[in-house]
């Protein structure tokens, strides 16, 4: 539907926000507005009329915003910020400039388009752009099963279904879903063949760093969820194989019922890793008097389990390390 300003999805670990530095302000911003909205409400209606909108002063525009954008239950925080968890997969496939532009495109063609029959009565909060969002997700991200409950498959737009169904069991819902829909198609024209774009300082460096971590090494894939599922999948097969390995050396009396280093390499447990963790002695003389005398063995379980002594230690007895 949309040109993607760069490469599919990223995958990285952990994923969290990672790349889409506008769904997390979203996020960090969401609930302190509605908590302040739901507050400092004077209202005790949960619906309002577009008339109601048209400001007359500074205040009374931020209270209509404030109905139009922010919900007005303390409730539906948890199922709006899942919303918009989910959504930041559409901001890593688009990017943040075409994902800002859609969302303000959205919300002036809904107002806009409301504007014709103000006597419609709608409910609090962004029912409107939840609604168009979810449309773009459903069309941009891949349905990968990744599971199943009592026959059902599990994906990931699983959870923001079930997020979105409960926001649209408010009253009112109908209209605002129905509108959500027909943003969708005119947000994107404006995007994609208007080119109604943010100014270029929205893609420069500090904003797209915008709190993320900066040790985390993001990977650039064709799809997110297959990706993972087959990395998975690897993960297994070499712990298999290894297991396998462990009984076929165990058997035959290797020393010590060490597994050859040329395996490890075959498997890619331990290849490159010598290079990025550091075995300190003092965990190598723990491990020791615990019981283990080969330091080869207990060299590679460190690697294996990144320095955790606990970790290492059942790895070396599950390799039969101890004696």
Not at 104 to 131: M, Q
Not at 213 to 232: D, F, G, K, N, Y
Not at 261 to 274: A, F
Not at 303 to 318: D, R
Request: hydrophobic share 50%; aromatic share 10%.
């Amino acid at each position: 539907m949309f040109s993607p300003n760069r490469a599919s999805f990223v995958v990285h670990d952990p994923s969290y926000f990672r790349n889409a530095p506008f769904s997390k302000l979203l996020m960090l911003l969401f609930p302190i507005c509605t908590t302040a909205s739901a507050v400092l409400r004077n209202d005790e209606r949960d619906s309002y009329k577009l008339s109601e909108l048209r400001p007359n002063s500074l205040h009374s525009l931020l209270i209509g915003l404030s109905k139009h954008l922010f919900f007005s239950e303390l409730q539906m925080m948890i199922p709006a910020a899942c919303l918009i968890y989910s959504f930041r997969l559409i901001e890593r496939h688009l990017g943040s400039s075409k994902f800002m532009a859609f969302l303000s495109g959205a919300l002036l063609t809904a107002l806009s388009s409301l504007a014709v029959a103000d006597y419609v009565v709608l409910p609090f909060g962004p029912i409107i752009n939840f609604t168009a969002m979810y449309a773009v997700f459903l069309m941009e991200v891949p349905f990968v099963s990744y599971g199943s409950v009592f026959g059902l498959p599990l994906t990931v737009h699983t959870m923001p279904m079930l997020m979105l169904a409960q926001l649209l069991l408010l009253d009112n819902f109908l209209i605002s879903s129905c509108i959500g829909l027909v943003t969708v198609a005119l947000s994107t024209k404006a995007v994609d063949r208007l080119l109604l774009l943010p100014s270029k300082w929205l893609d420069s460096t500090w904003f797209q760093n915008f709190l993320e971590p900066s040790t985390v090494v993001a990977l650039p894939i064709a799809a997110t969820i297959e990706r993972q599922r087959i990395e998975a999948m690897d993960a297994l097969e070499r712990q298999f194989m290894r297991s396998q390995m462990n009984q076929i050396y165990g058997g035959n009396g290797a020393q010590n019922g060490a597994i050859p280093g040329y395996i490890d390499r075959l498997l890619g447990t331990v290849n490159g890793q010598e290079n990025r963790i550091e075995v300190s002695e003092e965990s190598i003389q723990q491990l020791m008097d615990m019981g283990f005398r080969d330091r080869d063995a207990i060299r590679i379980a460190l690697i294996q389990a990144g320095g955790n002594i606990h970790e290492a230690a059942n790895i070396l007895l599950v390799n039969g390390q101890a004696q």
